[in-house]
């Protein structure tokens, strides 16, 4: 993160965003009291990068406010091809944290910006202290990933079907 990025921590400042999405819609509210508790929040200015592919992942993050754009770099091509536009409310980074893997991609502020970060080692300790919100966290991540892997399984066979009409 930038040195200009400011961080605070607030009570209740995101609870509501929180519970809207997948990684923790099936919190009770004070389960989610608890997860807003390790939660910060940091302004990003327009086009400013929140992290670059490649580099050591520590957060995920929650868009309060504002836009980012999720791109992706070729190693063999040094065009970047955008894999996504984020708005309000959507989420990204939590992959690396399942997986304890490096950034795949980068992300930048579109505009000015404001993001809820929950710092990895921070979640890691709330999830080995309460098991029922990482039953509830980890059944979450393995829905979305079992509903990604059904959509890729479709849009494939949807691909092979065309192929075999057009070649």
């Known amino acids: 993160m930038s040195a200009s990025g400011f961080l605070t921590q607030r009570s209740n400042m995101a609870q509501t ?3 809207s999405i997948y990684l923790f819609s099936q919190l009770t509210d004070p389960e989610l009291e608890q997860v ?5 929040t940091r302004h990003f200015a327009g086009s400013e990068r929140i ?4 580099d050591g992942a520590e957060a995920l993050y929650v868009i309060k406010f504002g836009s980012v754009q999720i791109r992706y770099s070729s ?5 970047a091809m955008v894999l996504r536009t984020l708005g309000s409310g959507a989420h990204f980074g939590e992959m690396s944290f399942i997986e304890n893997a490096k950034r795949s991609a980068s992300a930048t502020a579109l505009e000015a910006s404001e993001l809820v970060i ?7 300790r709330l999830l080995n202290a309460e098991p029922l919100i990482a ?5 979450s991540v393995a829905r979305y990933l079992s509903g990604r892997l059904r959509r890729t399984t479709t849009d494939l066979g949807f691909a092979r079907d065309r192929n075999r009409r057009d070649g």
């Open 17 to 19: 965003l929180l519970s």
């Open 36 to 40: 807003n508790a390790i939660a910060q």
């Open 51 to 54: 992290f670059d592919q490649g």
């Open 75 to 79: 190693k063999d091509d040094d065009s």
């Open 118 to 124: 929950i710092e990895y080692a921070r979640l890691e």
């Open 135 to 139: 039953v509830k966290f980890y059944r």
